[in-house]
């Protein structure tokens, strides 16, 4: 069984202050893993995934998420927060086990004040 | 944008009735998945078919069917509906159905059943 744990509901920074949304993945095999951002009202958005190629993985408005297997952790980070990065977060997984769906973590709603 | 897209944004209803979601595949996107979003379940996998065939069921209530169609747009039916079933549904579709395919998530249809 595959399954993701965001550790974290709510998290509020200040504006360029560092941002670090933490994911644990369980899995009994090497996994696929995405972050995914919602904005308010709009569907989910892919900012970056782990395919196995490297272990630290950039994506887009400036996110980097790093794969650390002994942590089974795949936590998102950003150097410097804007207030635009307000939203949620999902941490998803996909393993080969034959169902290609998605399956999410709870979420975290980031918060950056200004 | 995304390219998936979905019909219609918000519905209205009351219990007991049949609502069909209607959602249209990025270009040259062969699979296609529908997620519910709820408080209290979060994003949850209902089901995924792949040009045409159905490839996988998640947490999908009896209540609720599915199809894809010659010209790759699906469909959700959801029949006998129950306060519960209030609702975020996506779509989302990707080019395969390979481990580790980005899926690309429509905007969503909100359901309100009352």
């Known amino acids: 069984a595959q399954s993701v744990t965001q550790l974290g509901s709510h998290v509020s920074v200040s504006e360029g202050a560092l941002v670090l949304l933490r994911c644990n993945y369980s899995?009994?095999?090497?996994?696929?893993l995405f972050w995914y951002v919602q904005y308010p009202n709009q569907g989910l958005q892919l900012l970056l995934k782990y395919t196995s190629a490297a272990t630290l993985v950039k994506g887009i408005n400036g996110f980097e998420a790093e794969f650390k297997k002994s942590e089974t952790s795949f936590h998102l980070t950003k150097p410097s927060a804007h207030m635009s990065d307000a939203a949620e977060y999902f941490c998803a997984v996909n393993v080969n086990t034959g169902r290609r769906a998605l399956t999410f973590g709870s979420g975290t709603r980031l918060q950056v004040q200004p | 944008d995304s390219g998936v897209t979905q019909t219609p944004k918000h519905l209205i209803t009351a219990t007991g009735q049949r609502v069909t979601l209607r959602c249209s595949p990025r270009?040259?996107?062969?699979?296609v998945y529908w997620y519910q979003q709820s408080l209290d379940q979060g994003l949850q996998f209902l089901i995924q078919y792949y040009n045409g065939e159905e490839r996988a069921k998640g947490n999908i209530l009896e209540r609720f069917s599915a199809q894809q169609f010659p010209d790759l747009h699906s469909e959700l039916n959801l029949s006998s509906l129950e306060l519960g079933d209030s609702a975020l549904y996506f779509c989302?579709?990707?080019?395969?159905?390979?481990?580790?395919?980005?899926?690309?998530f429509g905007p969503g249809t909100r359901l309100t059943v009352l």
């Open positions: 989302a579709s990707s080019v395969a159905t390979r481990e580790g395919n980005e899926q690309f």
């Open positions: 899995s009994s095999v090497p996994p696929y």
């Open positions: 270009s040259g996107d062969l699979s």
